[in-house]
C-alpha cells in the first residue's frame, strides 16, 4: 500500500505535511486532529482504514506545519483544510475529526460543503464557546514549552481504556513542538468562534462517536448535534472517554468504514 509524508504548499500562505496512504482509487478521507495534537494521533487508526485513501495533515502551527503568528480562527483553520484537498488536487472527500477536529470538520461542511462528502466526529463538540478551565495555564505559558508542563496538561483528559505508552510520549512530543503563541491563538480561535452548526447548515451524511464517560462533553449537546443534522447516527461507546480516538482506534476505524460503506 502507498505511503508517504508530502509537504504541502497551501494558499493559505503556510506549508504543512500531510501524510498519504492507500490506494489512489480508493474513496479519499481526510483526518483532522485534534488540538495541540499531529498527523501522529492517528497512526493507531490508519492500519483500520484500508478501504480508503487517507489524508493526514498536520494543521496550522501543530506538528511540522508552519506556526505563523496569525490565521488560527476558526474559519480560518477550515479554510486551510479545504487549501489541503486543493493541493491534493481533491475536490470532494470524507471528513474524521477528533475533537477540536471535528469542530474544524463541521466548519469545513458549513463552509466549503462541496468540498464534503460525508463527516465523522470522533468525540467532538457541538459548542466550544466559553474560555475553558485550562485558558489561564495556557496564556501563562513561554517558550520553550516545557515538557512537564504539557504532561500536566494531558491530565485534563483522563482515560478509562489503557493506551499505548508510546502513544502518549508521542503527544507529549507534539505538545512540547508547539512555540506559546500557537497553544494560545489556536485554542483562543476554537473557543472564541460561532458554533458551526449555529452558522449554517450542515447537509452532509454524519456518524458521530462519543464516549459515555466523557466529562467535558455532555450527552445532550451530543443530542442537539444530531438533531442538527438530517440523518446523523450517534454510536456510544460506553466504555471511553473523551479522548475517543485514543482508547479506541480499532473501534473508530470499524464503524467508520461501516459508515462509509453504507452511503455508496
Not at 475529526?97 to 471535528?102: A, D, H, P, V, Y
Not at 485558558?135 to 517558550?143: P, Q
Not at 512537564?148 to 502513544?167: A, C, S, T, Y
Not at 512555540?179 to 489556536?186: Q, T
Request: proline share 8%; net charge negative; glycine share 8%.
Amino acid at each position: 500500500m502507498e505511503s508517504e509524508v508530502r509537504n504541502l504548499a497551501l494558499h493559505t500562505g503556510i506549508t504543512v505535511p500531510c501524510l498519504v496512504q492507500g490506494d489512489t482509487d480508493s474513496p479519499p478521507v481526510l483526518l483532522l486532529h485534534a488540538w495541540a495534537e499531529s498527523r501522529r494521533s492517528f497512526d493507531r487508526l490508519v492500519p483500520g482504514l484500508t478501504d480508503f485513501r487517507v489524508y493526514a495533515p498536520d494543521l496550522r502551527g501543530q506538528g511540522d506545519a508552519d506556526k505563523p503568528q496569525n490565521g488560527y480562527s476558526l474559519t480560518e483553520q477550515a479554510r486551510d483544510a479545504a487549501a489541503v484537498l486543493d493541493a491534493l488536487e481533491v475536490s470532494t472527500a470524507s471528513v474524521l475529526g477528533s475533537s477540536s477536529g471535528g469542530y474544524v470538520a463541521q466548519q469545513l461542511a458549513v463552509e466549503h460543503r462541496e468540498r464534503v462528502a460525508a463527516l465523522v466526529l470522533v468525540g467532538a463538540p457541538l459548542t466550544l464557546q466559553g474560555r475553558p478551565g485550562f485558558a489561564d495555564d495556557v496564556d501563562g505559558l513561554t517558550d520553550p514549552v516545557a515538557e512537564d508542563w504539557v504532561r500536566g496538561f494531558l491530565g485534563w483528559f483522563p482515560l478509562i481504556q489503557e493506551v499505548p505508552p508510546w502513544f502518549i510520549e508521542d503527544r507529549v512530543r507534539d505538545g512540547v513542538k508547539m512555540p506559546a503563541h500557537a497553544w494560545k491563538l489556536s485554542l483562543r480561535g476554537l473557543y472564541t468562534a460561532r458554533p458551526p452548526t449555529e452558522s449554517g447548515p450542515i447537509d452532509v451524511p454524519m456518524l458521530i462517536l462519543w464516549g459515555g464517560q466523557d466529562g467535558l462533553l455532555p450527552r445532550a449537546d451530543q443530542d442537539t448535534l444530531a438533531a442538527r443534522i438530517e440523518g446523523a447516527e450517534l454510536k456510544i461507546y460506553p466504555d471511553a472517554a473523551h479522548l475517543v480516538l485514543w482508547e479506541c482506534p480499532q473501534r473508530v476505524a470499524a464503524d467508520t468504514t461501516a459508515f462509509l460503506a453504507s452511503l455508496t
